[in-house]
């Protein structure tokens, strides 16, 4: 049969095209290829530090699986050969239209006869441009193949073939969720497009013919390409179609990769939450990933991470899996590293427990001590009674213990805090009060759950749950003096930083600057920590440990004078760890990251701020007859000071002027005897506010002093309260029930 000429045949095709081009309107040829690349978004978010440094890569886009926009200068000279030989060998040499392969495939597609497609690079890329354009499941239209013909010669006229090709390798779609080369080649290979060797550029170009063939069809088609590029070579088809079945099933390009895996999503998460995008144009350069800077220093996460999963790694045998760490800049606020798991040592690597809640433990000691010693309810060398109490609650009666089980007898509150004894602490809530110490911990940034009320006097004892990031900042709250400021992670414009709200000051300057005098007196934690203590440091610190009930959680939080440094470890799951003490769980990675940032770095004492007083003070002898303490300069809030603390005024608040007041038992107390405890061994303790005060038990005096303890027998009482003048200034009606058999000489 006889065929028209080739030359007749192209020029109806154009007569053609052209008369439908001028009916329809500018597609793809619109657009220019700077916009084009500027469109370009990759599917990650680069998280940087204060200096630029990557930090993390994290996927943002679970559409697609993009990378970084690749200019063809960087796409390997074997890549760009296999695509055109695959894809459109006369590529250089038409206009967007190959019609010699038109005419090809029409006559095929004639005589039945398989054919190479006619469809060209830069008719794909229109294609891949204009969404009217795209292909369906069941392929394209024939007014859809007319419009991309139309869109490819526009494209031609106003774009170069090289800004075509390297458009076209960066928006291809190749297997799966993979678009573009840069995704592909490091999801595939490994590598960058810059380093593709041939084997590998001719399963990248089989893969843009057949994306999710299975693999040997996709080796059927490399092995062709492999024979185009290099012709006349042996080409070993069953070693390639090995290496490409490893291939397809690679996933080297990992959704999140980095050192700071949950900083990196918290940055993420708190610019969508104020209204900007993951990739904000004006912190994306054309075709390049968008960039978020954070206020985290690099060189400190690395060290951090590395210190953090290091130690737990010593405390495997312990029963310890899980750690997280959070460094602030006292000034500013923003966060210097953010370590929010042990990452592979954890069984729970996603959770963040830089943020997530736990029980604080004597950690929030601290922030209790600043209150009462601001509300003149203490001074840092008021006496407090060590020893067994038990406290009249709604619920019954509670009954603190000491970590060692063990009491130390009257000590001041500078040893009752350095030494982070429990039931002084549980004492000073009693002053304070649990609603009182509850506002006072929400407003230096500890959203507490539920009311003072709902916690207790367990509260001293860190009974709520608060995340590490809020404790730490409330930490830096007093190294900065009582004045509150949020931390901070996203690095903020310099417009921002002028417009930053002044700090609050939420806790008095003076009791601030006593507690961490206190926190940073090894002397003073000799009694529980030792003198050769971790905590002690080369350069001036203050640090408080704590450890939650059951050994679920255990911390160490501190300062210096320019940094607060967090840490916590533990498990994510709850379970409790295996003798791990405030000294050899948190604390050592506490000093060693304190160490790392004082290198070469002074950190010295603050100045005390006005209104305090150091004066001498000494301690009156205890039952031994020796001075409880020994005589030191102790600070003062300016008219609290007083030269000797005594037996006779433990538990009483210095330089107070509140009236004489029973604060335990309360009023309407029911006391449940024991049956399994002997009758002598059971006692129920009273205290008191006040100078110069005296306990009567049913009209009989019982006891001098703020506290007393009392041999209780069946029946209704009445405590009353009786200053020095012999005047009962309080009384509380009280009740006991039990055994009915006390020994007779309880009563005399």
């Given at each position: 049969?006889?065929?028209?000429?080739?030359?007749?045949?192209?020029?109806?095709?154009?007569?053609?095209?052209?008369?439908?081009?001028?009916?329809?309107?500018?597609?793809?040829?619109?657009?220019?290829?700077?916009?084009?690349?500027?469109?370009?978004?990759?599917?990650?978010?680069?998280?940087?530090?204060?200096?630029?440094?990557?930090?993390?890569?994290?996927?943002?886009?679970?559409?697609?699986r993009?990378?970084?926009w690749?200019?063809?200068?960087?796409?390997?000279?074997?890549?760009?050969?296999?695509?055109?030989?695959?894809?459109?060998?006369?590529?250089?040499?038409?206009?967007?239209?190959?019609?010699?392969?038109?005419?090809?495939?029409?006559?095929?597609?004639?005589?039945?006869?398989?054919?190479?497609?006619?469809?060209?690079?830069?008719?794909?890329?229109?294609?891949?441009?204009?969404?009217?354009?795209?292909?369906?499941?069941?392929?394209?239209?024939?007014?859809?193949?007319?419009?991309?013909?139309v869109?490819?010669?526009?494209?031609?006229?106003?774009?170069?073939?090289?800004?075509?090709?390297?458009?076209?390798?960066n928006?291809?779609?190749?297997?799966?969720?993979?678009?573009?080369?840069?995704?592909?080649?490091?999801?595939?290979?490994?590598?960058?497009?810059?380093?593709?060797?041939?084997?590998?550029?001719?399963?990248?170009?089989?893969?843009?013919?057949?994306?999710?063939?299975?693999?040997?069809?996709?080796?059927?088609?490399?092995?062709?390409?492999?024979?185009?590029?290099?012709?006349?070579?042996?080409?070993?088809c069953?070693?390639?179609?090995?290496?490409?079945?490893?291939?397809?099933?690679?996933?080297?390009?990992?959704?999140?990769?980095?050192?700071?895996?949950?900083?990196?999503?918290?940055?993420?998460?708190?610019?969508?939450?104020?209204?900007?995008?993951?990739?904000?144009?004006?912190?994306?350069?054309?075709?390049?990933?968008?960039?978020?800077?954070?206020?985290?220093?690099?060189?400190?996460?690395?060290?951090?991470?590395?210190?953090?999963?290091r130690?737990?790694?010593?405390?495997?045998?312990?029963?310890?899996?899980?750690?997280?760490?959070?460094?602030?800049?006292?000034a500013?606020?923003?966060?210097?590293?953010?370590?929010?798991?042990?990452?592979?040592?954890?069984?729970?690597?996603?959770?963040?427990?830089?943020?997530?809640?736990?029980?604080?433990?004597?950690?929030?000691?601290?922030?209790?001590?600043?209150?009462?010693?601001?509300?003149?309810?203490?001074t840092?060398?008021?006496?407090?009674?060590?020893?067994?109490?038990q406290?009249?609650?709604?619920?019954?009666?509670?009954?603190?213990?000491?970590?060692?089980?063990?009491?130390?007898?009257?000590?001041?509150?500078?040893t009752?805090?350095?030494?982070?004894?429990?039931v002084?602490?549980?004492?000073?809530?009693?002053?304070?009060?649990?609603?009182?110490?509850?506002?006072?911990?929400?407003?230096?940034?500890?959203?507490?759950?539920?009311?003072?009320?709902?916690?207790?006097?367990?509260?001293?004892?860190?009974?709520?749950?608060?995340?590490?990031?809020?404790l730490?900042?409330?930490?830096?709250?007093?190294?900065?003096?009582?004045?509150?400021?949020?931390?901070?992670?996203?690095?903020?414009?310099?417009?921002?930083?002028?417009?930053?709200?002044?700090?609050?000051?939420?806790?008095?300057?003076?009791?601030?600057?006593?507690v961490?005098?206190?926190?940073s007196?090894?002397?003073?934690?000799?009694?529980?920590?030792?003198l050769?203590?971790?905590?002690?440091t080369?350069?001036?610190?203050?640090?408080?440990?704590?450890?939650?009930?059951?050994?679920?959680?255990?911390?160490?939080?501190?300062?210096?004078?320019?940094?607060?440094v967090?840490?916590?470890?533990?498990?994510?799951?709850?379970?409790?760890?295996?003798?791990v003490?405030?000294?050899?769980?948190?604390?050592?990675?506490?000093?060693?990251?304190?160490?790392?940032?004082?290198?070469?770095?002074?950190?010295?004492?603050?100045?005390?701020?006005?209104?305090?007083v150091?004066?001498?003070?000494?301690?009156?002898?205890?039952?031994?007859?020796?001075?409880?303490?020994?005589?030191?300069?102790?600070?003062?809030?300016?008219?609290?000071?007083?030269?000797?603390?005594?037996?006779?005024?433990?538990?009483?608040?210095?330089?107070?002027?509140?009236?004489?007041?029973?604060?335990?038992?309360?009023?309407?107390?029911?006391?449940?005897?024991?049956?399994?405890?002997?009758?002598?061994?059971?006692?129920?303790?009273?205290?008191?506010?006040?100078?110069?005060?005296?306990?009567?038990?049913?009209?009989?005096?019982?006891?001098?002093g703020?506290?007393?303890?009392?041999?209780?027998?069946?029946?209704?009482?009445?405590?009353?309260?009786?200053?020095?003048?012999?005047?009962?200034?309080?009384?509380?009606?009280?009740?006991?029930?039990?055994?009915?058999?006390?020994?007779?000489?309880?009563?005399?």
């Open positions: 049969m006889h065929r028209p000429p080739f030359s007749a045949s192209r020029s109806c095709l154009a007569a053609t095209l052209a008369a439908i081009a001028c009916a329809l309107p500018a597609l793809a040829g619109a657009v220019s290829f700077d916009e084009v690349k500027r469109e370009f978004r990759p599917s990650d978010t680069a998280v940087l530090d204060r200096n630029g440094e990557l930090l993390q890569r994290v996927r943002t886009d679970a559409s697609v993009r990378g970084q690749v200019a063809l200068a960087d796409v390997s000279p074997a890549l760009r050969m296999a695509m055109v030989l695959s894809e459109d060998r006369r590529f250089y040499e038409h206009s967007g239209i190959d019609w010699r392969a038109v005419s090809s495939a029409a006559w095929g597609n004639l005589w039945n006869t398989r054919t190479r497609g006619a469809s060209t690079i830069t008719m794909q890329l229109s294609g891949l441009l204009d969404e009217d354009l795209r292909r369906a499941n069941s392929g394209r239209s024939f007014t859809q193949k007319i419009g991309q013909s869109a490819a010669t526009q494209l031609e006229r106003s774009w170069r073939k090289d800004q075509i090709l390297e458009a076209y390798l928006t291809v779609p190749f297997r799966g969720e993979i678009v573009g080369i840069d995704a592909l080649s490091r999801t595939l290979f490994g590598k960058a497009p810059s380093g593709l060797d041939a084997r590998e550029a001719s399963v990248a170009a089989a893969l843009v013919r057949a994306p999710n063939a299975k693999p040997a069809l996709v080796a059927q088609r490399a092995c062709e390409v492999m024979r185009a590029m290099e012709p006349g070579q042996k080409i070993d069953d070693a390639l179609d090995m290496f490409t079945s490893a291939a397809v099933q690679r996933r080297a390009f990992d959704a999140t990769e980095g050192i700071a895996p949950h900083a990196a999503r918290r940055v993420l998460k708190e610019l969508r939450e104020a209204g900007e995008t993951a990739a904000p144009p004006a912190r994306q350069a054309a075709g390049r990933e968008a960039a978020v800077r954070t206020t985290l220093r690099a060189p400190l996460q690395r060290f951090a991470l590395a210190t953090l999963q130690h737990l790694k010593e405390l495997r045998g312990r029963h310890v899996e899980d750690g997280a760490l959070v460094v602030l800049d006292n500013s606020g923003e966060v210097l590293a953010w370590v929010g798991s042990s990452g592979p040592l954890s069984q729970a690597a996603e959770v963040d427990a830089v943020t997530a809640l736990r029980q604080p433990g004597s950690t929030l000691k601290p922030l209790l001590y600043a209150q009462a010693i601001a509300e003149r309810r203490l840092a060398a008021s006496l407090i009674d060590d020893s067994s109490a406290i009249s609650t709604a619920s019954g009666l509670y009954i603190p213990q000491n970590y060692d089980r063990q009491f130390k007898g009257p000590v001041s509150a500078r009752a805090l350095a030494a982070s004894l429990n002084p602490a549980v004492r000073t809530l009693v002053m304070v009060s649990p609603e009182s110490f509850a506002r006072q911990l929400r407003a230096a940034g500890l959203p507490l759950r539920e009311s003072g009320d709902y916690y207790g006097y367990s509260l001293a004892l860190g009974s709520a749950e608060v995340s590490l990031l809020s730490a900042n409330a930490y830096r709250t007093l190294a900065n003096g009582g004045r509150y400021g949020p931390p901070t992670l996203a690095a903020p414009a310099p417009a921002a930083k002028d417009k930053a709200a002044a700090p609050a000051t939420v806790i008095d300057p003076r009791a601030a600057f006593i961490g005098d206190i926190l007196d090894t002397n003073a934690r000799t009694r529980t920590f030792g050769d203590s971790i905590l002690s080369r350069f001036w610190t203050a640090v408080k440990t704590g450890t939650s009930k059951d050994m679920r959680d255990n911390w160490a939080v501190g300062w210096s004078q320019r940094y607060t967090g840490v916590w470890v533990g498990n994510a799951s709850g379970a409790s760890m295996w003798d003490s405030g000294t050899s769980g948190a604390a050592p990675v506490w000093a060693e990251v304190m160490r790392f940032l004082h290198a070469r770095e002074p950190s010295r004492a603050p100045r005390p701020p006005a209104g305090l150091e004066a001498q003070v000494t301690f009156g002898p205890g039952a031994d007859g020796s001075a409880l303490e020994a005589a030191r300069s102790e600070w003062f809030l300016q008219g609290t000071e007083q030269p000797l603390f005594a037996l006779d005024n433990v538990g009483t608040p210095a330089g107070a002027a509140a009236a004489p007041r029973i604060t335990a038992p309360s009023d309407g107390t029911i006391i449940a005897l024991d049956p399994d405890i002997p009758p002598l061994h059971q006692r129920v303790r009273f205290e008191a506010e006040g100078r110069g005060v005296q306990w009567r038990i049913d009209g009989k005096h019982f006891a001098r703020n506290s007393a303890q009392w041999l209780p027998w069946p029946g209704r009482h009445v405590i009353e309260l009786v200053d020095a003048t012999g005047k009962v200034v309080d009384q509380r009606k009280l009740e006991v029930r039990g055994a009915g058999v006390v020994a007779k000489s309880a009563r005399r």
